[in-house]
């Protein structure tokens, strides 16, 4: 069994059998849970002074 939440209920934990999590998955209807350990996206890079003088 897995314990996920859904779109339609996020604040409520539901346990699922493997064909119900592979039902919910295809639909899209699973929240995604944050991960502790991914890091926050890198900011875009900045275009330097040289690079937009060109585009002018």
Do not use: I, N, Y
């Not at 539901?14 to 119900?20: G, H, R, T």
């Not at 592979?22 to 502790?36: C, F, H, I, Y």
């Not at 002074?49 to 585009?55: C, G, I, V």
């Amino acid at each position: 069994m897995h314990r996920v939440r859904t779109t339609m209920q996020p604040d409520v934990e539901v346990e699922v059998s493997d064909a119900e999590l592979l039902d919910l998955e295809r639909q899209g209807l699973l929240v995604k849970a944050p991960s502790a350990t991914s890091a926050p996206a890198a900011a875009p890079a900045k275009t330097p002074p040289a690079a937009k003088a060109k585009e002018s």
